[in-house]
């Protein structure tokens, strides 16, 4: 016997007028209640019988001050409460919002079966002549917040309109103003999975952790390096993308992990080459930072297997083992510097990200655009988590997440872009933010001589 999943509330036609209808019964119910609390004794009190023999059935009703003082109060509280209730169940207020906006557009699509009916005019046994259209078969659609996720479930009955509600993806989210993070097909429904008020899941750095595997990038958000391992990072200039990688440098150095950072710009990440290990900018250096990273991982693929307790399956976390990140920014600018060796450099680049996740040594690669020259035979797909920040082209957003149908909205939002996390669902994303005065290398730099001094002890 299957188990009862609770899907949501159903969307029906009745729907298209849903934001309306509760307003009028709502404040209707609370206007007559007010009005009720000045007048109900009186009523109560009231001889109903005498009343319609005065008035010959018929009630009349005098106008007095009292009476408009009632109805200005009665209104001013409904006013009231309409207001207290958007500031503080605005949720739900959406939730309504979103069921008549999918109501609609399924009457609007006409993705219903309907059949035409005769009206009956005055007299039944002869034809009006006019008939309506009453809808046979509205197809099943549930609607449910939870957990700021939105999970639409939608039937599946191999009808006409089944190519339609199979591909509902850019209509929900320009629709909804959300942002679709899941797919999936289960029994005879589609649920479609979207993330309801993205910004309101950005993180502060303080929040941003690597633990058991993954990194929180968001409040729903995650890299899981030790499953999807290798991220991409393209933005640019004032994108936020230096900004999220010393996050992310930061994040990692509170875990085990070692780390080594490429910067062949001498720029900004350069300047950690002050306060922690393995930071390079000339070309040599980075050449012999790369074959080191790439030697220490062939390495360790082999000690693995004559470890004690290596078990078949299982990675180098579950070996207490750290895990291991090259941070290489600008990287098409190091290939084209280092012109003829690039085609060594991009066949360890390859070695690394096929073989790297069962020994934990990881790429997180950052660039302007990703250009295919430098990203060729199956590089591009090895990497699972990418990420495009701030203002990029059609073309820059082709070259990063491949041939997708996603409409891509700029807003400007220093850290705001789109992410695949590893599902090919394209989402709305904001970079961890970073209180005003915060300085990376002084914390880096404390990261770093607290791990020092732990190894010491």
Known sequence: MKHFIY?????????????????????????????????????ILMDWQKVRLMHGGCFQLSITPYLIFSVVIATAV???????????????????IHRQKLARMILENKWYESQQIQSDGLF????????????????????????????IHVEITLGKYQDQLLH???KLESGLYCELVD????????????????????????????????????KNIWWEYDKLPHML???????GKTYFIFSIIEALLHTNAVLYVLDPKNADLADLSSVMP?????????????????????????????MENYKTGENYAYLGLPAHFLIFDEYPSFMEMIGKKSTQVMSKLKQIVML?????????????????????????????????????????????????EKDFFLNQIKGRGYVDTGTSVISEFYTPLVPKGHDFLREISRLVNKEQIEEKE
């Open 7 to 43: 899907k949501g509330r159903r969307i029906r036609a009745s729907d298209k007028n849903l934001v309306f209808r509760f307003d009028a019964i709502s404040l209707t119910v609370i206007f007559l209640l007010v009005l009720l609390s000045f007048h109900g004794k009186q009523l």
């Open 78 to 96: 409904s006013v009231l409460v309409a207001c207290l209730y958007y500031h503080f169940r605005r949720d739900h207020v959406k939730q309504l």
């Open 124 to 151: 039944k046994d002869i034809p009006f002549g006019r008939s309506k259209e009453k809808i046979s078969h509205f197809p099943k659609m549930y609607y449910l917040l939870k957990d700021g996720l939105i999970h």
């Open 168 to 170: 509902l993806e850019k």
């Open 183 to 218: 797919k999936e097909l289960k029994d005879s429904y589609v649920e479609y999975t979207l993330l309801y008020d993205m910004i309101a899941n950005r993180i502060t750095i303080d929040e941003l952790k690597a633990e058991h595997g993954r990194l929180k990038l968001m």
């Open 233 to 239: 990072i393209a933005g640019g200039t004032g994108g």
């Open 278 to 306: 393995n930071v390079y900018y000339k070309q040599q250096d980075m050449i012999d930072c790369l074959d080191q990273f790439y030697d220490d991982m062939m390495k360790q693929n082999e000690e693995m297997k004559l």
């Open 356 to 404: 790297g996740r069962q020994s934990g040594f990881f790429l997180v690669l950052a660039c302007q655009r990703p250009d295919a020259k430098y990203l060729g035979d199956g590089i591009r797909d090895q990497f699972n988590f990418r990420v495009a920040l701030g203002r990029m082209s059609e073309l820059g957003y082709g070259m990063i997440f491949g041939e997708v």
